[in-house]
């Protein structure tokens, strides 16, 4: 089994719809990260989170809000999705321990298209 | 917004060949680079860090030239498995929460 679990793996919606995409993770990691990538593009930040008590807003926060509902379980929403967002969304993990490695584990993705 | 530039690719290669990727930074003060590599429709996966001049591992060897802020990739004999997608990362603080990547470069290797 996946270290690191998204849910949904492929979604598809329509615009206006709110959707959630969910990261669970069994590497006992205090870091947590959502990230977008797109075609011609570098992966981009959206969200981090240190701890449960930890909310950040990355490079591209606009339009999406997150959840980190225990140290295991960090949820992305698009309360009102738009086709700009359809995108490979990546959650991944890091360890405190290894904050300088700058080492990410990733889940499996979530592919989001929005009609 | 800070860019990592890399050679998009695709470079087609023989197996058994050398091959070496280029990468390019912007910010002059950063210390750690990464290599990171994405089979195709997969998650990235860390492949090598480099925090000095260099670092080798097998047939990888990531090279760091701060003066002319390049990160190179070499690989040396080529194998079909290696075929994947090669991300260039560049970290702007050491909490790891600024990691610039690069669009990628795409290796086929062909028997």
């Known amino acids: 089994d996946a270290d690191v679990t998204q849910t949904p793996r492929n979604r598809i919606t329509k615009t206006g719809k709110r959707i959630m995409l969910e990261c669970s993770q069994t590497?006992?990691?205090?870091?947590m990260y959502w990230y977008r990538q797109d075609p011609g593009l570098g992966l981009r930040l959206i969200y981090y989170?240190?701890?449960?008590?930890?909310?950040n807003k990355g490079e591209i926060s606009d339009g999406y809000s997150v959840s980190r509902q225990a140290q295991a379980k960090f949820s992305l929403s698009l309360e009102s999705a738009i086709p700009n967002q359809t995108a490979l969304y990546f959650c991944?993990?890091?360890?405190?321990?290894?904050?300088?490695?700058?080492?990410?584990?990733f889940g499996e993705g979530s592919r989001l298209t929005v009609l | 917004r800070k860019e990592v530039e890399q050679d998009p690719g695709p470079f087609n290669v023989p197996e058994g060949a050398t091959v070496a990727f280029n990468c390019t930074y912007s910010?002059?003060?950063?210390?750690?680079f990464f290599w990171y590599r994405q089979d195709c429709r997969k998650e990235p996966k860390l492949l090598m860090s480099?925090?000095?001049s260099g670092n080798e591992d097998g047939r990888f060897t990531a090279q760091l030239n701060r003066a002319s802020q390049y990160i190179s990739l070499l690989i040396r004999d080529s194998k079909l498995s290696d075929s994947a997608t090669y991300l260039c990362?560049?970290?702007?603080?050491?909490?790891?929460?600024?990691?610039?990547f690069g669009k990628g470069t795409t290796l086929s290797v062909s028997s």
């Open positions: 991944a993990t890091s360890d405190l321990g290894s904050q300088n490695t700058g080492e990410l584990f």
């Open positions: 590497k006992g990691h205090d870091r």
């Open positions: 989170s240190f701890d449960v008590k930890d909310i």
């Open positions: 910010n002059s003060a950063s210390q750690s």
């Open positions: 480099v925090y000095s």
């Open positions: 990362v560049e970290s702007l603080n050491q909490a790891g929460t600024a990691l610039i």
